[in-house]
């Protein structure tokens, strides 16, 4: 089957470095996306990998590994702003999106 | 966890077809469902949020007239692209919510030539 794990919570500090990593098990890879989504508010788009390596967008990043089947969003420079959920998604050779449960990001001053 | 379905996953049509997109609670009752629309590498614009036995409501800019919704039952709801044409070429999504928490479906992609 098609599987997208992700943690369900992590807690950080505010101004410190956290990583989010997503697994992956798809059948086919058209890309993977990172979201970010507050509570009561529509996903917002983070991020678009489809080949290896890093992408970096301010303090933002994400990186992918095609053959590892992973990928993960490197947040910088965390802000209070940044609590929300991280919802990793791959689009698999139908074109599907395969969705994770989220990751719940706690920022603490 | 909560799973939600999308039928078809891929439709392709001629301009001026109608298409329905049907979105699946499958093992759990969804008193609301969104609907959403992606654009390439973009954000998902919330269409639409619809209510069990209820008018949906519209995001602004959304014309209800042509996306039509329907929530018939706590498992399904369905969205008809009315008149298509190769601008509403696109993908959408729908998510239901659960216990507070909003799970997605996997998408329908709307090729309109």
């Known amino acids: 089957g098609q599987n997208i794990d992700q943690p369900t919570e992590m807690t950080a500090t505010e101004g410190a470095i956290v990583q989010i990593n997503c697994t992956y098990q798809?059948?086919?890879?058209?890309?993977l996306f990172w979201y970010q989504q507050h509570a009561g508010e529509a996903p917002t788009f983070l991020s678009y990998?489809?080949l290896d390596g890093l992408e970096e967008k301010g303090r933002f990043s994400s990186f992918l590994s095609r053959s590892k089947g992973y990928s993960y969003l490197l947040l910088k420079e965390l802000q209070m702003k940044d609590s929300a959920s991280y919802l990793c998604?791959?689009?698999?050779?139908?074109?599907?999106?395969?969705w994770g449960a989220g990751t719940k990001l706690i920022i603490k001053p | 966890g909560a799973v939600v379905s999308q039928h078809p996953s891929w439709v392709i049509c001629k301009s001026g077809t109608s298409v329905k997109i049907e979105c699946r609670s499958l093992?759990?009752?969804?008193?609301?469902m969104f609907w959403y629309r992606q654009f390439p590498k973009q954000s998902l614009m919330l269409m639409a949020t619809?209510?069990?036995?209820?008018?949906?409501?519209?995001e602004q800019g959304v014309e209800k007239d042509k996306f039509l919704i329907n929530h018939a039952s706590l498992t399904l709801s369905t969205l008809t692209v009315t008149s298509a044409h190769p601008e509403d070429s696109s993908f959408y999504i729908c998510?239901?919510?659960?216990?507070?928490?909003?799970?997605f479906g996997p998408g329908t992609r709307l090729t309109v030539l």
């Open positions: 798809t059948s086919g890879f058209n890309g």
């Open positions: 093992d759990f009752q969804a008193t609301t």
């Open positions: 998510s239901a919510t659960a216990a507070g928490e909003q799970f």
């Open positions: 998604a791959v689009m698999d050779s139908n074109y599907q999106l395969i």
């Open positions: 990998n489809v």
């Open positions: 619809s209510n069990e036995g209820s008018k949906a409501t519209y």
